[in-house]
């Protein structure tokens, strides 16, 4: 059980354009889904918290318009990052926590974006 | 100084040591403790979760947390090569679904 899922895997984009990546709970319904960024070697750096219905929360320094976050419903959220450049390169994670009753969060195996 | 603190190694054991991960945290606020397995170009995977001060076990995995010293320990049993990854420990001053502030992380390499 508790299994998060990203779409796509892998990306790879030219300067310029915007690219969206999907995070499902696949056999729990999440009231709450977080986006992260994790560069080489570096911890995983909380981007953004994002409840369905709801507008999402930015962490310190995160471009609310430039990573547009939609939690769509209880089973999927979605990050776009717009007018990618190459210095947003990095392994987007998602995870997703279970609500009432639920421990932690779950996370997705990850997308790695390359903006070049 | 960072919230939490762990050293990233790597460390390189053989098959079969008892490893031991080790973070330590300034928040005394922190209430609960986890530890990620993340292999490599993959998310974390949760591994133990515990709450406050004391020991957890699940098979060959044991964590330990000391709140008065914000000291929280993974220990590994029989190290096997496929324990070869990086392990995050991570921690929050609410149940899971708050912040939760992450180490950066030690890799970890059993040789066979």
């Known amino acids: 059980g508790a299994v998060v899922s990203q779409h796509p895997s892998w990306v790879i984009c030219k300067s310029g354009t915007s690219v969206k990546i999907e995070c499902r709970s696949l056999d729990f319904q999440a009231t709450t889904m977080f986006w992260y960024r994790q560069f080489p070697k570096q911890s995983l750096m909380l981007m953004a918290t994002s409840n369905e219905g709801s507008k999402a929360t930015y962490e310190q320094g995160v471009e609310k318009d430039k990573f547009l976050i939609n939690h769509a419903s209880l089973t999927l959220s979605t990050l776009t990052v717009t007018s990618a450049h190459p210095e947003d390169s990095s392994f987007y994670i998602c995870s997703a926590f279970p609500g009432q009753g639920g421990e932690t969060q779950y996370f997705g195996p990850g997308t790695r974006l390359l903006v070049l | 100084q960072k919230e939490v603190e762990q050293d990233p190694g790597p460390l390189s054991v053989p098959e079969g040591a008892i490893v031991s991960l080790n973070c330590t945290y300034s928040?005394?606020?922190?209430?609960?403790f986890m530890w990620y397995r993340q292999y490599s170009r993959k998310g974390p995977e949760l591994l133990m979760y515990?709450?406050?001060?004391g020991n957890k076990e699940d098979g060959r995995f044991t964590a330990q947390v000391d709140k008065s010293s914000k000291y929280i320990s993974l220990f590994i049993r029989d190290s096997q090569p496929s324990d070869s990854a990086t392990y995050l420990c991570?921690?929050?001053?609410?149940?899971?679904?708050?912040?939760?502030?992450f180490g950066t992380g030690t890799k970890l390499q059993v040789i066979p």
């Open positions: 991570a921690m929050s001053d609410f149940e899971g679904y708050q912040k939760v502030t």
């Open positions: 928040n005394s606020a922190f209430q609960y």
């Open positions: 515990t709450y406050s001060s």
